[in-house]
């Protein structure tokens, strides 16, 4: 069945460090894989996706990378500041009759320590 | 995004009522869906609708009812709101098409924070 699979479930780093999310997907039709960002008593925002045809994709501080072959694709963010203490859920696209539905991961709670 | 709108924004109602969460979009996307997001459960789908008069359930359905009459508004009806039910809701939408390619990435509403009880 559809199923996304997001680790850790928490992550703690200093600021400046980088950090690393990673999700593993089931069906190997998946064609599309965004990001969201939640922060405390907000909605959930896009901050990047990729589709299925690229390996990577970056924006400034962030980046998405694809692996087809393993199935499984990771968001990196790099010189990590307190503004980026959120939670982070990723998200794939199923093959088939989908309907553009997502299916997320359980999420990532980032934590950036000042 | 002022382009989906969910109204009302927090609710608190008894339980066996009849409540209606409203969620209306400007963009005219092809697909919508509801949402509902408690501690230590993500986001977990209700019901989704890939165009007017054409929903299906997603994976909590049970005591929630959509329609979808019109391309723009998706409405979610707790049928007799239990206390189960108290969560925040969020609605998106998705499937604007530019240059052929059809984009797949939500946008939400600002949600609707129920409260049964």
């Known amino acids: 069945g559809e199923n996304v699979e997001q680790h850790p479930s928490t992550l703690s780093v200093q600021e400046g460090d980088s950090a690393v999310i990673k999700c593993t997907y089931s069906?190997?039709?998946?064609?599309?894989f965004p990001w969201y960002k939640q922060e405390l008593g907000k909605r959930p925002q896009l901050i990047i996706d990729i589709r299925s045809n690229v390996g990577e994709k970056k924006d400034q501080r962030i980046a998405v990378t694809l692996n087809k072959t393993a199935k499984h694709f990771s968001l990196h963010i790099t010189e990590t500041q307190p503004e980026d203490s959120a939670v982070y859920f990723c998200?794939?696209?199923?093959?088939?009759?989908?309907?553009?539905?997502?299916?997320f991961g359980q999420g990532t709670i980032l934590t950036v320590h000042p | 995004d002022a382009g989906i709108t969910q109204s009302p924004r927090y609710k608190i109602t008894e339980t066996g009522r009849q409540v209606t969460l409203m969620c209306h979009q400007t963009w005219s996307h092809s697909y919508m869906f509801w949402y509902r997001q408690d501690l230590g459960h993500g986001l977990r789908l209700i019901y989704y609708s890939a165009a007017a008069d054409i929903t299906d359930k997603g994976e909590v359905p049970d005591g929630y009812v959509v329609s979808r009459s019109k391309t723009e508004n998706f409405p979610l009806t707790l049928e007799s709101a239990t206390r189960s039910q108290t969560s925040v809701y969020f609605c998106?939408?998705?499937?604007?098409?530019?240059?052929?390619?059809?984009?797949?990435?939500?946008?939400f509403g600002s949600g609707t924070r129920l409260t049964v009880v």
């Open positions: 998200a794939a696209l199923f093959g088939g009759t989908s309907y553009g539905k997502l299916t």
């Open positions: 998106a939408s998705s499937g604007q098409r530019q240059g052929g390619i059809t984009n797949y990435g939500y946008t």
């Open positions: 069906d190997s039709a998946s064609n599309y």
